[in-house]
Nanobody, 125 residues
Framework: QVQLVESGGGLVQPGGSLRLSCVTS????????IGWFRQAPGKEREGISC????????NYAESVKGRFAVSRDNARNTVYLQMNSLNPEDTAVYYC??????????????????WGEGTLLTVSS
């Protein structure tokens, strides 16, 4: 049984930082391309990053480029999303998901097959 579990969300002040984790079980974190998505209240889900399986090349959405960074620890079956310079517009539920392919298809979610249940980030003073 494949599971993805996100953690690390919480309340952060504007300008702050936080790191989210996504732990996989039943599938190795380096078996597939893996992405991070978010959904803000009243908005559609947005792809914010995707890391290729082999070369770890990572795409980022313009909204987070330069502020967010993805890393992967194969030994821990964990992918991290380091988020810096947070602002209220980053408030959302954050999800990780695995693609059926090894390489990312941009930031699209159409190829994602396994999803976590999400972790909530609130950026507020």
């Amino acid at each position: 049984q494949v599971q993805l579990v996100e953690s690390g969300g919480g309340l952060v002040q504007p300008g702050g930082s936080l790191r989210l984790s996504c732990v996989t079980s039943g599938i190795r974190v380096d078996d597939r391309a893996i992405g991070w998505f978010r959904q803000a209240p009243g908005k559609e889900r947005e792809g914010i990053s995707c890391m290729n399986k082999m070369d770890r090349n990572t795409n980022y959405a313009e909204s987070v480029k330069g502020r967010f960074a993805v890393s992967r620890d194969n030994a821990r079956n964990t992918v991290y999303l380091q988020m810096n310079s947070l602002n209220p517009e980053d408030t959302a539920v954050y999800y990780c998901a695995t693609d059926t392919l090894s390489n990312c298809r941009g930031l699209a979610d159409r190829g994602m097959d396994y999803w976590g249940e999400g972790t909530l980030l609130t950026v507020s003073s």
